[in-house]
């Protein structure tokens, strides 16, 4: 059974840079996308970006400017950065494996349970 | 940038049929995917490809597709169905690949 566990700082301060890690276990994390979805409290779920094992990224258009995400294949992880934080990043932060076709579709298989990162000084 | 429209609530009494609905203008080009999101969980798919259910989710839900417009269907509508559901899909071009969920709908049952 493929588990996904998000991990790092819940409070940010704001201009910082929020840093997260998504370690994976009961698989691989070759062949798919490893995405991060974000979601403010009582808000939508917002695709911020997403890395192939190879290293490729695609980046949600309206985060590019402060997004970069990287993968850890030795140790079966990857991770998230946005910079430059406000309040308004503030939300629940989830790291999802998916499964998809470039430029075609791509769907969220498993989830991480999520993590609440608040931005405040 | 692209967007998917849902409505921002559907209520139905136990028992009925739930419609939720979901328009954007690249869903003829690109399925749409379904999730159950309930209070506090991780968004769970319950409709893959348009309309294919994936395994373990119960028969009630189905999925359909015309045009610009795809439909999420609950059928018999339990208490347990009450939650927010998204429907989520791509857009691309030959510089990028955008993902987009819509504004979720918040299911109540009566």
């Known amino acids: 059974q493929v588990q996904l566990q998000e991990s790092g700082p819940g409070l940010v301060k704001p201009s910082e840079t929020l840093s997260l890690t998504c370690t994976v276990s009961?698989?691989?994390?070759?062949?798919?996308?490893w995405n991060w979805i974000r979601q403010p409290p009582g808000k939508a779920l917002e695709w911020i970006g997403n890395?192939?094992?190879?290293?490729?990224?695609n980046y949600n258009p309206s985060l590019k400017s402060r997004v970069t995400i990287s993968v850890d294949t030795s140790n079966n992880r990857f991770s998230l950065k946005l910079s430059s934080v406000t309040a308004a990043d503030t939300a629940v932060y989830y790291c999802?494996?998916?499964?998809?076709?470039?430029?075609?579709?791509?769907?969220?298989?498993?989830w991480g349970q999520g993590t609440l990162v608040t931005v405040s000084s | 940038s692209y967007e998917l429209t849902q409505p921002p609530s559907v209520s139905v009494s136990p028992g009925q049929t739930a419609r939720i609905t979901c328009s954007g203008d690249?869903?003829?080009?690109?399925?749409a995917f379904w999730y159950q999101q309930r209070p506090g969980q991780a968004p769970v798919m319950v409709i893959s490809?348009?309309?294919e259910r994936p395994s373990g989710i119960p028969e009630r839900f189905s999925g359909s597709s015309s045009g610009t417009t795809v439909t999420l269907t609950i059928s018999g509508v339990q208490a347990e169905d009450e939650a927010d559901y998204y429907c989520?899909?791509?857009?691309?071009?030959?510089?990028?690949?955008?993902?987009?969920f819509g504004g979720g709908t918040k299911l109540t049952v009566l």
């Open positions: 490809k348009d309309t």
């Open positions: 989520q899909s791509t857009d691309s071009s030959g510089t990028y690949w955008d993902v987009v």
């Open positions: 890395i192939f094992h190879s290293g490729s990224t």
């Open positions: 999802a494996r998916g499964v998809g076709d470039y430029g075609d579709y791509l769907y969220f298989q498993y």
């Open positions: 690249a869903l003829p080009k690109h399925f």
């Open positions: 009961g698989g691989a994390i070759s062949t798919y996308f």
